[in-house]
């Protein structure tokens, strides 16, 4: 009886390995899809469809769910009002994303549950990219300017840069240029002529290396610079391993001032143990290493310096020209498309249609003011792609590599525990006196490790978060302008690539005194 139990146990243990196993990969597979609202496509395709009421009475009813979603729905509700010239509620929406996408507390509370290791990274609370949360201090930013609030309208173009920077890091500053040109204008609208000076020469370069002659170069250059980076940390981890150790070490004697323990001694020093031939050897190598790499860097450094000559920043200086009175922000083209690749669903990865669009005349009063505003503009897909021009790295390695080792133990438990179960039967059948008792128990238990492995390894799904802002524009161009109060008739018109006009619209323009005005026009392209 005592026999029949067991086998009885791992029979059942067996049975439930299998049934788990069997799964795995097409359970990763069916929760690699987008994670969309339900009817959201629908009401994206009412947006570009220029239907605005049936977006916009989808996003406010999603909206008072308040939930993980909460920031993502502001986004786009801020995205409809902007385009609807409704720039009150377009604030507004903007402001909730922006406080939720800046607050880590605000964001924990929102959270539907703890998830690390475990679990989708869509059932986070969403808090945006580093360029969605760029694209909302732009666009807060900017609507807090157009109301006359300057020193909440900095805040928040500083914030923006913060977002595309690597502060933890300090290699790479933000590649954003039109927050920096913005957060010049406002610091010499309010006297802060040497800040203003500091945000220019910064808005220079970073357009320099985000011109198409140049985005190549800047980004192998930072590449070059996070391996160097990681070389002197090579040598300094051989040289000094006790202060790479991750065994407590004894607290030195202190004293106590206003109830905090310090150290005697400001910064920590590691005693150099002698090092071994192999070890110096190993220095050495890296220390060749970081030559080539040096030189690599000053090549590249090099042909960005010399394309310098070829790129006209004058139009940069516009934006400090506080004469010009009028920030015409213009829209066109479609959002970065995320979407999820990889095994598991572990890799996010941005496209975009490829762009019909030649040449984008603006005309004033029947007087051309730009020929083409494409150069001009901040492009939404590179910023995607980038954070300070820095390829950004979307696959969340710790979960896929999770998964893909609970899987590949339970199936090795699985056939182990097969294994012992099959040799105690075979042994029970020849030798009549064999208890096969142990055996049996011994199975179960690595039955039961292995499902333990399968049932963590189809509960993890380290698919990647393709949640993503998708009524962004595919480019936003801000250009100054000066224009006498009064009304005026503003025209666009679009060149296709082969010639033809694909766009050619009058819009009215309402220009008041004694302030910026700030104009926001969104362009569609059927």
Not at 76 to 84: A, E
Not at 130 to 152: A, V
Request: some cysteine; proline content about 3%.
């Amino acid at each position: 009886m005592k026999l029949l139990i067991n086998r009885y146990i791992v029979s059942l243990l067996s049975f439930s390995l299998l049934i788990f196993n069997f799964p795995l990969i097409s359970f990763a597979k069916t929760r690699k899809k987008q994670v969309r609202f339900r009817g959201g496509i629908k009401a994206e395709w009412n947006f570009y469809a220029q239907n605005y009421t049936e977006a916009i009475n989808f996003f406010e009813t999603i909206k008072q769910k308040g939930d993980k979603n909460y920031a993502l729905v502001n986004n786009q509700l801020g995205s409809i009002y902007l385009t609807t010239k409704n720039y009150k509620k377009a604030l507004d929406s903007f402001l909730e994303a922006y406080y939720l996408m800046n607050d880590v507390d605000a964001f924990k509370n929102l959270e539907s549950k703890a998830i690390s290791l475990i679990g989708a990274e869509a059932e986070k609370a969403y808090k945006g990219d580093p360029y969605e949360k760029l694209y909302n201090s732009l666009y807060t930013g900017l609507l807090l300017y157009k109301e006359g609030e300057n020193d909440n309208a900095l805040a928040a173009f500083k914030n923006g840069i913060l977002c595309d920077s690597d502060v933890k890091a300090d290699l790479y500053q933000s590649d954003a240029y039109i927050l920096y040109l913005m957060a010049s204008r406002l610091a010499l609208k309010m006297g802060k002529k040497d800040l203003s000076k500091k945000y220019f020469k910064k808005a220079s370069n970073a357009f320099y290396l985000t011109r198409p002659i140049n985005q190549r170069l800047a980004m192998k250059k930072q590449a070059q610079l996070f391996l160097l980076k990681d070389k002197k940390k090579e040598i300094d981890k051989l040289k000094n391993p006790e202060k790479y150790s991750k065994k407590k070490k004894k607290k030195k004697e202190g004293f106590i001032i206003q109830g905090k323990e310090m150290e005697d001694s400001k910064e920590k020093t590691y005693q150099e143990a002698p090092l071994s031939q192999r070890t110096l050897d190993k220095i050495e190598n890296i220390k060749n290493e970081i030559k080539k790499v040096d030189k690599n860097i000053d090549k590249l450094e090099s042909k960005l310096n010399k394309n310098k000559k070829d790129i006209d920043i004058n139009f940069l200086k516009k934006f400090i020209d506080l004469k010009n009175n009028v920030l015409l922000c213009i829209e066109f083209g479609n959002s970065p498309l995320k979407y999820a690749v990889g095994k598991y669903g572990e890799l996010a990865v941005f496209t975009i249609k490829p762009s019909g669009i030649r040449n984008i005349e603006i005309t004033v009063n029947n007087r051309k003011i730009f020929q083409s505003v494409s150069p001009l503009s901040s492009d939404v897909y590179f910023q995607a792609i980038t954070r300070g021009g820095r390829e950004m790295d979307y696959i969340l390695k710790d979960q896929a590599q999770f998964k893909q080792t609970t899987a590949e133990m339970s199936m090795a438990m699985s056939r182990v525990s097969q294994n012992v179960l099959n040799q105690a039967n075979q042994m029970a059948m020849q030798n009549p006196y064999y208890n096969p008792s142990g055996a049996y128990a011994a199975a179960g238990v690595i039955a039961l490790i292995g499902l333990c492995s399968a049932l963590a390894s189809a509960a993890s799904n380290p698919a990647a978060d393709v949640r993503h802002w998708s009524f962004l524009p595919g480019n936003l161009a801000i250009l100054p302008i000066t224009l006498n109060p009064g009304n005026h008739s503003l025209n666009v018109k679009i060149e296709s690539r082969t010639g033809d006009i694909l766009k050619d619209e009058d819009v009215k323009l309402e220009i008041k005194e004694n302030k910026d005005n700030i104009i926001f026009h969104r362009i569609f392209i059927n």
